[in-house]
């Protein structure tokens, strides 16, 4: 019987930040050393990060990634390690290297390259076409790479060749649905193979993609042996028994909450602080509205950067409620921000009067709305200039998929927290918020009275959003069906839904496509995020 134990290394690895990675690699490579790990594990792409898009077609990019390598092989005395690297030989491979002895003892190449989502591997990376196996303390390990383990050929050829154990190396973004679809392909594969998994995901956030970590240990029958916290950076001690092919984690860190709405709001406090803090900037500053999008947005900035980072400026006219001042003080108040009221009914008539002439002979319409709007934005933006303090869009993805938004407007904002999550579920995410804190003993970080409100843009008297849109609840349901789903207008009829309502919010989501290409970058929490992941043409016939 041998035994081997592993130091997983769940940690955020930035893209571009090379030397940094490295530098990291090395410090946990010492841990690991410490404490008596045979194998350190790095995540996909450790040295580059995950996705590095076209600084892979920059020779000296690659030839950096390199060089760190080279000078980490030579710092693996005692330790065996595993790192995620891109290989340059003519061609470029999403690569792992096996460092051992003072030396890069193997190279092996993923052979599975996804296409799909967020994934664009096959515009850099040529597969791979072998699974590699290697001797580590006696036991045979098979090393995999990200979506090779999705696929049942991979693994089956590390464990033709022998392979007791499967070391899979991931850059794998969350999603609502991701965790329960890994593990089902994990326990496939363990059970095919009769191999135990040891699965290390990366942490953190990168533009519109956040990485969960979440790492799993499954053992040869294809049962869940442990589960990482998602959102904690760890060094995740196991040690695997090839006698039995079964893994045992040593102390592994728990979840304090595993209700989806927890993991989802933890998803959106990391992707700010990881873009705040990555992209250097002080701190963030938004239009606090009295509404429930933005009272969210001031809750999840304050939990990622700290109230000393965060400027919440009200800008009311007179279509402003008195319960939108008193709940957005209140919410300021309480959460220890800088807070500042700008009233900005001078500044619309001042626009107004420079456009009277040009103006006339057309009645009143949204133009005026859209210039409250408009006028908040750039409001919003000077003090955005003079403070350095990056512009948090509050929008969520219900607005966005219809295009109830204002280009120039609420939609000024350099990141965008909400751009990803519907209306209903904002709804959910406050409460829990709230409820999160009573368990704390601690005030409501969301004032009740905000929630309960009937959302409105107050930009007309007695204004609500069901005077635009249909009811939440509805309108959301619809969406999921056709963005999520991909269904057919006829398949959401078929559902139940009323054909004209129907008919109304798909047209609205295929005409707002411009607008969505002009929103800011926000991270992706659903399995079909607008940007990066759901890109329909502006100019299209298909209706």
């Not at 595993?258 to 900037?281: M, Q, S, W």
């Not at 403070?387 to 000024?412: I, Q």
Request: aromatic share 6%.
């Amino acid at each position: 019987m041998s035994s081997l134990r592993l130091a997983l290394a769940q940690f955020d690895f930035p893209v571009g930040a090379v030397a940094a990675n490295a530098a990291r690699v090395g410090d946990l490579l010492a841990q690991a050393r410490e404490g008596g790990a045979a194998l350190a594990v790095f995540p996909e792409l450790t040295l580059s990060g995950y996705p590095p898009e076209d600084l892979l077609l920059r020779p000296s990019f690659l030839a950096a990634c390199q060089c760190e390598l080279n000078a980490l092989a030579a710092a693996t005395n005692g330790v065996a390690a595993l790192v995620g690297h891109p290989h340059s030989e003519g061609e470029v491979y999403n690569a792992a290297s096996l460092l051992r002895g003072g030396r890069i003892e193997l190279t092996t190449h993923k052979q599975a390259l996804p296409n799909y989502g967020v994934f664009d591997d096959k515009r850099y990376f040529r597969p791979g076409h072998a699974s590699a196996v290697a001797m580590i303390d006696g036991v045979r390990v098979g090393l995999l790479i990200c979506e090779d383990i999705w696929q049942p050929e991979p693994a089956a050829k590390a464990a033709a060749a022998g392979a007791e154990l499967l070391v899979v190396i991931n850059a794998s973004p969350w999603d609502d649905a991701k965790q329960a679809g890994r593990e089902a392909v994990l326990q496939a594969r363990a059970q095919e193979t009769g191999c135990a998994i040891a699965y290390l995901n990366l942490i953190g956030g990168q533009d519109e993609v956040v990485y969960d970590g979440g790492s799993l240990l499954v053992n040869g029958d294809g049962s869940i042996a442990a589960r990482a916290p998602v959102f904690v950076d760890a060094l995740l001690w196991a040690e695997f028994d090839s006698e039995t092919r079964t893994l045992r984690a040593e102390d592994w860190p728990r979840a304090a909450d595993h209700a989806l709405e927890a993991t989802l709001y933890a998803a959106l406090v990391r992707g700010i602080r990881d873009y705040i803090d990555k992209n250097g900037f002080s701190g963030v500053l938004l239009g606090l509205s009295g509404g429930i999008d933005s009272a969210l947005t001031l809750a999840l900035a304050v939990d990622a950067l700290g109230a000393d980072r965060v400027t919440a400026v009200m800008m009311p006219t007179r279509y402003t409620s008195q319960l939108s001042l008193e709940g957005a003080r209140a919410q300021a108040v309480q959460l220890g921000v800088d807070y500042h009221v700008i009233d900005i009914e001078q500044t619309v008539d001042a626009f107004l009067s420079a456009l009277t002439p040009a103006f006339a002979g057309k009645a009143a319409d949204t133009t005026e709305e859209n210039l409250q709007s408009r006028t908040r934005g750039v409001m919003l933006m000077a003090l955005s200039n003079k403070h350095g303090r990056l512009l948090l869009a509050t929008g969520n993805k219900s607005e966005m998929a219809v295009g109830y938004a204002t280009l120039y407007g609420d939609m000024c904002g350099a990141y965008a927290p909400l751009k990803d999550v519907y209306k209903t579920v904002v709804y959910r995410l406050s409460r829990w918020r709230n409820a999160h804190a009573a368990r704390l003993g601690e005030p409501e970080a969301i004032p009740s009275a905000v929630i309960e409100r009937p959302p409105s843009a107050e930009l007309r008297d007695n204004q609500t959003d069901q005077d635009s849109l249909p009811p939440y609840d509805e309108l959301d349901a619809i969406l999921a069906r056709f963005i999520e789903s991909e269904q057919s207008q006829a398949e959401i009829v078929a559902q139940g839904f009323h054909a004209d309502t129907v008919r109304r919010v798909v047209r609205l989501v295929l005409l707002n496509e411009f607008k969505r290409r002009q929103s800011a970058p926000g991270p992706r929490v659903t399995t079909r995020a607008f940007g990066r992941e759901r890109r329909y043409p502006i100019t299209s016939g298909w209706k």
